[in-house]
Each structure stands twice: as C-alpha cells, then as structure tokens.
C-alpha cells in the first residue's frame, strides 16, 4: 500500500511502553482540539477531545493534555499495544472565532506511530 | 458517531477527465466537510457542503474545479474536474453530526490516482 511516512515525524516504541505524541497548533483562538488516528488505507477514527477551558481530560488509555500558554497538545497512549501503529493527527477548531470557517478543523502535520512486538 | 460510506473506494483516471465522489451518512447531519490529503501529508479542508445553497470553500479551492453537491441532510458529492496527476490524492468526507459539539467524524476516503 502506499506509505504516509515519507514526510512525517515519526515514534518508535515497544509494546506495553507508554507513548507521548505532541503537537504544536497555530492559533492562539482555537478553542476545541482532536486527536484522530488514521491507519493504512483508512479514514482518520476520532480517539479523544478537549476543550480550551480544560487542560487534561482521560479516555480510556489516552490522555490528551492542553497547554494554552505554549499553544501545546499532547496524546498519550499508556501500555501501548501493536494495534495502535498509525499515524496520530491533532486538529484544532477556531469554533466561533472562524467567522465564516465556523466548524473548519485545521489538522497538524501528523506523527507515524511504531510500536514493536 | 455516524456511520460514513464513500464511493468510489479508490480509482485510476486519466488526466481531462473528471470523478465524482459520493458520500452517505447513515443519519442526518448538520454539517458536511471535504477535505484532500495529498500523498504522504495531513489533511486540508476543501470546502463546506451547504444543504440547499452553494458550498463554502476554502482558500486555494474553486467551484469550477471542486463542484460540490448537497441535496439533503445525508448526502453529498465532491467532483474532481479536468483531473491532472497532480489531482492524486485521497478524499474524505466528514461530518458533524452536532452542530454543538464541532466534534466531526469521517469516511474511509477514496484514493485517487491520475494517470
């Protein structure tokens, strides 16, 4: 199949390691964030949100964490399994503050993710 | 979550010619998103598919090339006209079944070749 590594970052773990995926967005009036997970031949699975009023919010083995001073969002995968290689996007949604792109999602270059048995 | 289907799931076409892309939700939505991702590369958004008005589209994106169709609450087509190889790319629609969650779900894509 065709690859999207060719110009991506990318993270190599070990199975049952934890995983931090990070992502920098780019407007400072973005007030709703999401990581998705898209895997080889696939559409992007939405996995986990958060919203600019909370800096932490838990799913189920992931976290997503929110930092607004340094225009920062992590996701990060605890005991991470072979089944989570993909590639992990964050997006951010300016909501409102988009005027006319009201619900646009601008998506973050993207991170493959590796994990060996 | 909505239940997303795309079609064509992939094709191979020839440079002048055009494909029209068709996407289904299994319940009524109230916004419809396409979106390319080009080869290797994260996605950006085309255009906004309006329910009974002319879709919104994003800078660098025209109608002529991208005419975008919208009849009803669970349907929308994308078409890719007078396709270059440059064209190659995958297509995915999206949509957002809230309007007060902005939380947007997607297809699996078409993968698009141009010879």
């Known amino acids: 199949g065709e690859s999207v590594g060719l110009h991506l970052p990318t993270l190599s773990v070990q199975e049952g390691d934890n995983s931090i995926i990070n992502c920098a967005y780019s407007n400072s009036a973005s007030d709703y964030f999401i990581w998705y997970k898209q895997e080889s031949g696939k559409g992007p699975q939405f996995i986990i949100d958060?919203?600019?009023?909370?800096d932490k919010r838990q799913g189920q083995r992931v976290t997503v964490l929110l930092n607004k001073t340094v225009k920062h969002l992590s996701l990060q995968i605890a005991a991470t399994q072979p089944g989570d290689s993909a590639v992990y996007f964050c997006a951010e949604n300016m909501g409102n503050a988009g005027g006319t792109s009201y619900g646009k999602l601008t998506f973050g270059q993207g991170t493959i993710l590796t994990v060996h048995p | 979550s909505a239940v997303i289907s795309q079609k064509p799931s992939r094709d191979i076409c020839q440079r002048g010619t055009s494909l029209t892309i068709q996407c289904q939700v299994d319940?009524?939505?109230?916004?419809m998103f396409w979106y390319r991702q080009q080869p290797g590369q994260s996605l950006t958004l085309i255009a906004t598919?309006?329910?009974?008005?002319?879709?919104?589209?994003e800078s660098g994106f025209v109608i002529d090339k991208f005419p975008i169709s919208r009849p009803n609450l669970t349907f929308s087509t994308l078409t890719v006209s007078n396709m270059s190889p440059e064209d190659s790319s995958i297509y995915l629609c999206?949509?957002?079944?809230?309007?007060?969650?902005?939380?947007?779900?997607f297809g699996p894509g078409t993968r698009l070749t141009v010879l």
């Open positions: 598919a309006n329910q009974g008005s002319e879709a919104t589209y």
């Open positions: 999206s949509v957002e079944p809230t309007a007060s969650t902005d939380t947007q779900y």
């Open positions: 319940s009524q939505v109230t916004m």
């Open positions: 958060i919203r600019s009023n909370m």
